[in-house]
């Protein structure tokens, strides 16, 4: 999958001499995480964190009045504290690469730019969940089998013949060789649902034939009680 694909191409952007109290305001008002700094022909000149924004204020045990404090902030513009060193991302690089940069360099987000280093979208970790999400089929495939199959030619077949045997619709298959010993790969497939005994039968025939990993059930509609019940754990601990 591609990173243009998506993306966000609706981007938020200030320039180099924006105030870095109205920086703040813009992060807290959109809850973004991070600013695309241009110039006036859209060009990435920088970007801005909500990290440099703090490291830049000055600290709460500081002697300034309130009047001194505010005057300071006021006066430092983005350009004294935005990073010019970008580390970005192309519209036809793939999101897994995208991944990799945010993930070896510890950040949250990538702005993508075009040749001529225009800024035309911006790519997060959120946007890399949704596409976990997505490639993995999950809203539509609630269980998943990992088996540690031989590393040949037709192994994948074999097992999606046996849950094709008792009705069991594949919804996405995923390997990897990376954590497996050599001469065998592992690999997860997720199905829709079965009936209870349908499910049971499957699940010992894999266990009979391959070596079977695990068999994992999602609820998805726990999703939304979990969601709720921390909010209410938040405010109850404050």
């Known amino acids: 999958m591609l990173v243009k694909g998506w993306m966000t191409d609706d981007v938020i952007t200030i320039d180099e001499d924006t105030p ?7 992060m807290k008002e959109k809850k973004i995480r991070s600013l695309p700094i241009v110039d006036k022909k859209q060009k990435l000149v920088g970007i801005v964190t909500d990290r440099d924004l703090r490291d830049a204020s000055p600290s709460k045990a500081t002697t300034l ?3 001194e404090l505010n005057y300071l902030i006021s006066t430092i513009k983005i350009k004294d504290i935005m990073t ?10 793939t999101v897994e ?3 990799i940069l945010m993930l070896e360099n510890k950040i949250s987000s990538l702005p993508v730019i075009n040749d001529k280093g225009t800024l035309i979208g911006i790519i997060t970790q959120t946007d890399i969940f949704k596409v976990l999400i997505n490639i993995t089929g999950v809203y539509t495939g609630g269980i998943q089998f990992a088996l540690s199959l031989e590393d040949r030619p037709g192994s994948i077949r074999e ?10 619709r594949v919804v996405s298959i995923l390997s990897t060789r990376e954590t497996s010993e050599e001469g065998r790969h592992s690999v997860y ?4 649902l079965l009936p209870p005994d349908k499910l049971r039968g499957l699940v010992k ?9 695990y068999t994992s059930k999602d609820l998805l509609e726990e999703v939304k009680s ?3 019940r921390a909010r209410e754990e938040s405010i109850g601990s404050c």
């Open 226 to 228: 979990r969601r709720i």
């Open 97 to 99: 690469f995208a991944a």
């Open 205 to 213: 025939e894999l266990d009979e034939k391959f070596i079977a990993l």
């Open 84 to 93: 010019k060193d970008i580390v970005f991302v192309r519209p036809d690089e």
């Open 20 to 26: 870095m109290m109205k920086a703040s305001i813009i």
């Open 65 to 67: 009045d309130v009047y």
């Open 159 to 168: 097992v999606t013949d046996v849950i094709r045997s008792y009705g069991g």
């Open 189 to 192: 497939i997720r199905i829709r």
